[in-house]
Nanobody, 126 residues
């Protein structure tokens, strides 16, 4: 069982920055694709960003392209989401997720991920 713990959320003004972190409990993390999702009140959980196990491939939702950057450190079993130029519409609970290796993988689908963290709140004030 892989356990994921997010941190780094908080309250920030529009235009500000935050860096989210996600720590994984096990070194098998090295072979897992990782993703960040978010969920605002009354809305579905939506894809934000994903990164392959070797950091070669990244993928972003159109709404965050050019503002957010996903990265990982396999030695530390951690994945990060650097967020710049935050907007009020970025306000949500942000979740880290891990996906076991598979041949066909749709990184933007939440149903592809096997493990989830508890989430961290990000609030952007206008």
């Amino acid at each position: 069982q892989v356990r994921l713990v997010e941190s780094g959320g908080g309250l920030v003004q529009a235009g500000g920055s935050l860096r989210l972190s996600c720590a994984a409990s096990e070194r098998i993390f090295d072979s897992y694709a990782m993703g960040w999702f978010r969920q605002a009140p009354g809305k579905e959980r939506e894809f934000v960003a994903a990164i392959s196990w070797d950091s070669v491939n990244t993928n972003y939702a159109d709404s965050v392209k050019g503002r957010f950057a996903i990265s990982r450190d396999n030695a530390e079993s951690a994945v990060y989401l650097q967020m710049y130029n935050l907007k009020p519409e970025d306000t949500a609970v942000y979740f880290c997720a891990a996906a076991r290796p598979r041949n066909v993988f749709n990184c933007q689908s939440r149903y592809e991920y096997d493990y989830w963290g508890q989430g961290t709140q990000v609030t952007v004030s206008s």
